[in-house]
């Protein structure tokens, strides 16, 4: 039996990039499919690890993490001999390259590209007003970020170098999100080096496994 669980569904960004992680890692896990959108009735022991109901809850043995990205470098370096040996770079400059990346993911793109695929998708479906003052201003900061990588790609094929990383795999989530909508896809489409990276960074077998997954029905509770 796995000694991995992940508690979650495929469908929350935070399980989505963790799933990416675990395939490229070939890496055995259980999941437990835990629909927090539809209010769901949760099972006793995911409440047990995470009494707040967060979206994501990791469990490794006796370790337990919720930040998916803190447990993708878990997974990177606790089985770094498995699977894609390079998720965390092979030296000290790409390990130092790749941190840099995943913070600008965490700090500069994932939070307006949050807010805006809210906006645009999920706020409409939840009977929700569409916030226009965040709408836009999470359109600037994501053309100001997302011209910043374009810049660089121009210098090497992936964000940290010219191998996919964590510092790419990270993105996944949301940039699928920015463009299956089509009010925001051009934000990736438009620029050519962004475009040929999401290309080629979608097109791996773990992103479609997980994208897969994500149009699986939810479990019936």
Request: with cysteine.
């Amino acid at each position: 039996m796995a000694s991995i669980k992940v508690f979650g569904s495929p469908a929350s960004a935070e399980v989505a990039r963790v799933l990416t992680c675990l395939f490229e890692k070939d890496v055995e896990f259980l999941l437990i499919r835990v629909d927090n959108y539809k209010g769901q009735k949760r099972m006793p022991e995911y409440l047990k690890l995470q009494p707040q109901g967060q979206a994501l809850t990791f469990e490794d043995g006796k370790l337990t993490l919720t930040d998916s990205r803190e447990i993708c470098r878990h997974i990177a370096e606790k089985y770094v001999d498995q699977g894609n040996k390079g998720l965390l770079g092979t030296g000290t400059l790409e390990r130092a390259s790749i941190e840099l990346w995943l913070q600008t993911e965490a700090n500069s793109f994932d939070p307006p590209s949050s807010e805006l695929v809210f906006n645009l998708a999920f706020a409409p479906l939840m009977g929700l007003e569409q916030d226009e003052v965040v709408i836009q201003r999470s359109r600037q900061k994501l053309n100001k970020v997302l011209d910043i990588y374009d810049r660089r790609l121009q210098e090497t094929r992936f964000l940290a170098g010219d191998n996919f990383t964590l510092a790419d795999l990270s993105h996944l989530p949301n940039a699928q999100r920015l463009v299956s909508n089509n009010k925001c896809s051009s934000l990736i489409t438009s620029r050519k080096k962004v475009s040929k990276w999401w290309d080629e960074i979608s097109s791996r077998p773990s992103w479609k496994r997980v994208v897969e997954m994500q149009q699986e029905p939810p479990p019936v509770i």
